[in-house]
């Protein structure tokens, strides 16, 4: 692909458009005594979340963190030490990791949930041999 002046304009174009739909962040820090990541926003918001809950984070230790770094478009902080970034549009817009990430994160979250029900019907299927197979003209 061959790069053009118009190709070049409308490139900047919609990255104006973008950066118009986003507040920028101005600036960024990790804060120990809580344990989140803390992103002040050009709107005044002021976004913080545990680094846990962000997809490239999990196994930070703080002191990699610390360093983090506003794009020059304000719309992206990168932490140089773990090679990582945030996308402030996709952060803003709920996700913090991609959506596989996130399936693979809300999955965790139900597989651990334990009811009375849950409880009862794993010990009624394990009565009975365990789960059912599958009927071999279920796909029909």
Do not use: C
């Amino acid at each position: 692909m061959d790069l053009t002046d118009d190709s070049f304009d409308a490139a900047n174009r919609r990255g104006a458009v973008l950066k118009a739909s986003f507040p920028a962040a101005v600036s960024v820090r990790y804060d120990r005594r809580v344990a989140r990541v803390v992103i002040a926003l050009a709107s005044g918001l002021e976004l913080a979340f545990s680094p846990k809950q962000v997809e490239g984070l999990q196994e930070a230790h703080p002191a990699e963190l610390a360093d983090a770094e506003i794009s020059p478009t304000g719309l992206g902080i990168h932490f140089p030490h773990l090679d990582a970034d945030i996308y402030l549009p996709s952060l803003l817009e709920g996700f913090l990791g991609s959506r596989r990430w996130m399936a693979a994160e809300i999955g965790k979250l139900g597989g651990r949930a334990s009811t009375d029900a849950k409880a009862a019907a794993a010990r009624q299927n394990g009565k009975l041999g365990g789960r059912p197979k599958k009927p071999k003209d279920a796909g029909t």
